[in-house]
């Protein structure tokens, strides 16, 4: 089945730590997004990539990291410096990049991870 | 920047009909989307409609679109109690994607 896995489901972060979130699809997508979701408000966006190799930072990319070195896999990591992680973090993909026209860019969305701070 | 605003909440009995609202900002829109999200999930896509439209219909779901106002609507007839979720709505201007901050349906049984 074509789809967008999010792992793990639940992540434990210790203060100070880096921590990892994984997101992989099959669908053969070129763009990749990551969106962190705070009870009540919407989707906010961190970074993406529309190609491999290439990124870009979003509205809230302090303290995030990415990399895009296939294009099936788009991890997110949460560095120490990023002091309010606790959220849900999900990851989208489209098959075209960008805004601007085309059903392509519709973005589909993977079932998130949820981040927690010990 | 951008914005896009929804209520927060509807509560309606189980088959009603429920219709969420979604006001935006951005005049260059060009496809309007609705997404559920159940507690604990991801969002899923459930329709979405070009701007040039004013209505798209899809089984159970109705969307109409008044781009003069900048209003968008989701009517879902016969709610189910399995309808029970949050809705966001998004719109994709020329330089991004805006979500609302999503509107919470109770189904009463």
């Known amino acids: 089945d074509g789809g967008i896995t999010q792992s793990p489901k639940y992540l434990f972060r210790k203060e100070g730590q880096n921590v990892t979130l994984s997101c992989e699809q099959n669908?053969?997508?070129?763009?990749m997004y990551w969106y962190r979701q705070d009870p009540g408000q919407g989707l906010r966006l961190i970074y993406y990539?529309?190609?491999?190799?290439?990124?870009q930072k979003g509205d809230i990319a302090e303290g995030y990291s990415v990399s895009r070195e296939k294009k099936e896999s788009f991890p997110l990591t949460v560095t120490s410096a990023q002091k309010n992680p606790t959220a849900f973090y999900l990851c989208?993909?489209?098959?075209?990049?960008?805004?601007?026209?085309?059903?392509?860019?519709?973005?589909?969305f993977g079932p998130g991870t949820r981040l927690l701070v010990l | 920047g951008e914005d896009v605003e929804q209520s927060l909440f509807l509560s309606v009995r189980e088959g009603d009909s429920s219709v969420i609202n979604c006001t935006y900002t951005?005049?260059?829109?060009?496809?309007l989307y609705w997404y559920k999200q159940e507690p604990g999930a991801g969002l899923q896509l459930l329709t979405y409609?070009?701007?040039?439209?004013d209505m798209k219909q899809d089984q159970r779901l109705t969307v109409l679109l008044n781009k003069k106002d900048k209003h968008l609507s989701l009517r879902i007839a016969d709610t189910q109690t399995g309808d029970s979720a949050i809705y966001f709505c998004?719109?994709?201007?020329?330089?991004?994607?805006?979500f609302g901050t999503g509107t919470k349906l109770q189904v009463i049984p």
């Open positions: 989208a993909s489209s098959l075209t990049p960008g805004p601007g026209q085309g059903s392509g860019k519709t973005q589909y």
């Open positions: 669908l053969n997508h070129d763009a």
């Open positions: 990539s529309q190609i491999v190799n290439d990124f």
């Open positions: 951005d005049s260059s829109s060009t496809y």
């Open positions: 409609i070009f701007s040039n439209m």
């Open positions: 998004a719109e994709r201007g020329y330089q991004k994607v805006t």
